[in-house]
């Protein structure tokens, strides 16, 4: 499997050697033996956990839908932010509300699809980090699209060929121990330190775009949202 933190050589080949509890902590690398939701507890969503941002100049049913259990947001590249005082990107995301946390492991699942076209847009991320203020990046983990391929940040690929077709999202934050895996339709394709300590940490999944190179329309799609947290 692919670690794609980490560069060939010595290093590979202690990873090979010591067992991933010792690498990476126990809680997350339990996950990466078999099902990533095993030995976790799901907790269980309300719909007032289900917190929608959208430009704040147009009505809600104009960037979003919710047909047949599928939660459908698009933008456009011009749209405003959220938030009238606000100097971010255009978005419209789901915000899981009323879960916040500081500490502990927790998990994100849900079913995203992405249409071709949509390019330079984070699907889905954990919001908090401790770097924020000094380098404008206010997220632990940004799953984004390029050109059919999901991407931490602008960086490394965690998936290929992803247009078109629904696949299963699993992102896991051991907040203790400052680690994130995310998964894709069960596998596991990223392993990463965290970025720091945060007040609150929380889960997003829809379409942000990113600060440059994004297509001038940009969607998502997600269904079968669940969280969970590891006792």
């Known amino acids: 499997m692919k670690r794609f933190s980490f560069s060939h050589g010595t290093v590979l080949t202690i990873i090979l050697v010591l067992p991933a509890a010792i690498l990476f902590g126990s809680d997350i ?3 990466s033996a078999g099902d990533p939701t095993d030995g976790f507890t799901e907790v ?4 007032s956990n289900i917190a929608l941002q959208k430009p704040y100049d147009v009505p809600l049913d104009q960037r ?3 047909i047949d259990g599928v939660h459908r947001m698009w933008v456009y590249s011009d749209d405003k932010p959220f938030s009238r005082h606000s100097d971010t990107q255009p978005r419209t995301e789901i915000r899981i509300a ?9 998990q994100f699942e849900g079913h995203g699809y992405v249409p071709k076209g949509t390019s330079g847009a984070t699907v889905a991320q954990i919001h908090g980090a401790s770097h924020g203020a000094t380098t404008g990046v206010s997220s ?5 699209i390029y050109s059919g391929d999901l991407r931490y940040y602008s960086g490394d690929v965690i ?13 896991i934050h051991d907040a203790d121990a400052g680690k994130v895996a995310v998964y894709v339709d069960g596998k596991e394709v990223f392993r990463h330190d965290a ?3 945060a007040r609150a940490f929380y889960f997003k999944c829809g379409v ?20 969970y947290k590891k006792k």
């Open 195 to 197: 970025r720091g300590k």
């Open 208 to 227: 942000y775009a990113a600060p440059k190179d994004h297509s001038r329309y940009m969607e998502s799609r997600w269904k079968n949202i669940k969280m």
């Open 140 to 144: 632990t983990v940004m799953v984004r």
């Open 98 to 106: 009323g879960l916040d946390y500081s500490s502990g492991v927790w």
């Open 29 to 31: 690398a339990a996950a």
């Open 44 to 47: 269980p969503l309300k719909p």
């Open 64 to 66: 979003y839908s919710f």
């Open 159 to 171: 998936a290929r060929g992803m247009y078109d077709k629904w696949f299963r999202l699993n992102m």
